[in-house]
């Protein structure tokens, strides 16, 4: 047995992690269970909302503070993680084995259970230390679906008054691990396109040279889309400092149509992923995609099955005094910070949508970025640092 196994924190990790919160069809009553009886024990007041539906319960744990009508620190983590393959794992992805070097192998080791139970952690040493109440209100969110896109979760959350009510003033979430000493922080991040075109042209005999087919049409769009493609591509290769969170990325990945090989196409849908830096004009770049559309023959639909507006940055100066309360955290800790803009989308986007800075971070450091990845894991030591980390930060926050 390690030296990890008999701590109480990493009992109460593991035993989140035990949970298997996967889809399809996620059942979240044993996390919802799971986080009351560790809410219970803190002494704090909670409420299960469901604004997504009955199945999708949101669990928001409240600190209150000295100064309650001042705006509330969130600190939030999603319940739910993604699909995990035993066949594929040298541990079970939900057992939470822990080795002889201390590392806990589950699906949500690093996305994101542990930063949910390190903030509830870091709240049980404050109270231990004798810290009754921070100035500020803290509230403490476990939300669902964010790992097929937040809609159900916090998208549908925000639009409530319930979380009107909770007068929100600065957001954590989750941050990807990083495998130098550097810990990532995450303020910025991408607007989605997904972008469907019907290309549509005279069908025919597939021995026939017709004009302006369908084919010829999805030539010419696909040369534009993928020339643009390749000069971000190219940006990347030629500047070391660039990182993908600030370039724009491109990729075919759906493409429907045809009947029969010897019948040429009525239409052909192409589907694309594209991801816009916050740099980027929008606007500007939805008329090109509409000019080469036309310029490839016409009768070409565009249709947006996402389009997400331009999301301001979080700033990163006075302006925003919780910046400044968590930079100085890290300045106190001695704890380097790279600064990112997240190549994925996290619900952090829904909060920075209506003006409300976040930050993404998550605290670890020394560790292989394996969210998603098979065997997926996050030290023991790492785990309790972060709680530490979090008792510096929390304060910090609330107080400022
Ligand atoms: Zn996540």
Not at 207 to 214: C, F, G, P, Q
Request: net charge negative; charged share 25%; proline share 6%.
């Amino acid at each position: 047995m390690s030296a990890w196994e008999e701590n109480d924190e990493i009992k109460f990790f593991r035993e989140y992690l035990r949970i298997p919160s996967v889809g399809p069809n996620i059942d979240y009553e044993p996390c919802v269970a799971f986080i009351i009886k560790q809410v219970e024990s803190l002494g704090l007041p909670y409420q299960i909302l469901r604004p997504g539906g009955v199945d999708q319960p949101i669990v928001v744990v409240t600190w209150l503070g000295t100064n309650p009508e001042l705006p509330s620190i969130m600190l939030n983590s999603h319940m739910d993680v993604v699909a995990a393959f035993p066949e594929n794992w040298s541990h079970p992805p939900f057992a939470a084995d822990i080795d002889s070097e201390g590392r806990i192998f589950a699906r949500g080791a690093q996305d994101m259970k542990s930063i949910g139970m390190q903030y509830l952690a870091a709240i049980r040493a404050l109270k231990n230390a004798g810290v009754a109440a921070l100035k500020r209100t803290i509230h403490v969110t476990f939300v669902p679906d964010e790992e097929s896109g937040g809609k159900l979760g916090m998208d549908k959350f925000v639009q409530t008054n319930d979380f009107k009510k909770l007068n929100i003033g600065f957001t954590l979430d989750e941050g990807r691990a990083s495998p130098d000493e550097a810990f990532i922080v995450n303020y910025s991040e991408r607007s989605m396109w997904r972008l469907h075109l019907k290309i549509s042209g005279p069908t025919g005999h597939g021995s026939l040279l017709h004009s302006n087919t369908a084919g010829e049409k999805l030539n010419y769009l696909l040369e534009k889309l993928m020339n643009l493609r390749q000069q971000q591509v190219d940006r990347l290769k030629n500047d070391k400092n660039l990182t993908t969170g600030e370039v724009l990325t491109i990729n075919l990945t759906k493409v429907n149509g045809g009947v029969q090989t010897n019948i040429v196409p009525a239409s052909i849908v192409a589907v694309f992923d594209i991801r816009i830096p916050h740099d980027m004009d929008h606007e500007e770049l939805d008329k090109k995609i509409k000019t080469w559309c036309t310029e490839a023959g016409g009768d070409v639909e565009v249709f947006y099955e996402l389009k997400e507006p331009r999301i301001e940055p979080t700033k990163l100066d006075e302006s925003n005094i919780f910046w400044t309360a968590f930079k100085s955290a890290f300045d106190e800790l001695g704890l380097k910070m790279k600064l990112l803009i997240t190549p994925g989308g996290t619900d952090s986007r829904y909060l920075r949508q209506l003006g409300i800075p976040a930050l993404g971070f998550g605290p670890m450091n020394l560790t292989p970025t394996l969210l998603h990845a098979n065997d997926e894991f996050l030290k023991a030591e790492t785990y309790l640092k972060g709680i530490d980390i979090y008792k510096t930060i929390i304060p910090k926050l609330a107080n400022a």
